[in-house]
């Protein structure tokens, strides 16, 4: 019994490591996107928002729309 509840309590530590994993990726991400967003903003030009967040064209084209 007591050996069930310690694997509970590991998957339970494992699930939370991952969920604050995950919600710092999506900052990064969110974070990101609103940076690139900012730079459109002020008229940087697309190529230079390319070197600058390593993003594609593309991907900063998807975020216009």
């Known amino acids: 019994m007591m050996q ?3 694997t509970l309590n590991e998957e ?3 699930l939370i490591k991952d969920s604050i994993e995950e919600g ?3 900052g ?6 609103e940076y690139v967003r ?3 903003n002020e008229k940087i ?3 230079l928002i390319c070197k ?3 993003m594609t064209e593309n991907e ?3 975020l216009i729309k």
Do not use: S
Not at 28 to 33: L, N, Q, T
């Open 4 to 6: 069930i509840i310690e």
């Open 12 to 14: 339970r530590a494992k």
């Open 24 to 26: 710092r990726i999506k």
């Open 28 to 33: 990064k991400i969110e974070g990101k996107i």
């Open 38 to 40: 900012n730079m459109l």
């Open 45 to 47: 030009p697309i190529e």
């Open 52 to 54: 600058v967040t390593k």
């Open 60 to 62: 900063i084209r998807k």
